[in-house]
């Protein structure tokens, strides 16, 4: 189903089922997730890209300094500086070594 999103011209910016993402595995998942980040469909991964996608995932929970400390953070334990650019294998160097775990809570009624 990933690579149904190519083939249907929604390899760049696009919005997908959850049913599609589930689908999804290794490192079409960490692709997948690059092109939500990927914010203006460049190719590339901005510190603010990603700060705008961790505002989204995080809400209220986090205020914007502890954001922009995390992310620096992890940024800077990868070897990356806060003004760079990333494209995908460096996207998914982060997601692989950074120890992050992306947890999501489900209210259940």
């Known amino acids: 189903m990933c690579t149904a999103l190519e083939r249907n011209g929604m390899g760049g910016c696009a919005a997908i089922g959850v049913?599609?993402?589930?689908a999804c595995s290794g490192s079409n998942v960490s692709a997948v997730i690059f092109k939500v980040y990927d914010s203006d469909c460049n190719g590339k991964v901005t510190f603010h890209d990603m700060l705008r996608a961790l505002r989204d995932l995080s809400g209220p929970f986090m205020s914007d300094q502890q954001r922009?400390?995390?992310l620096t953070q992890v940024l800077e334990e990868a070897g990356y500086a806060k003004d760079c650019s990333l494209v995908l294998s460096d996207f998914m160097k982060i997601l692989g070594n950074s120890g992050l775990k992306m947890e999501v809570e489900v209210p259940v009624d």
């Open 19 to 22: 049913e599609v993402f589930m």
């Open 68 to 70: 922009e400390e995390v």
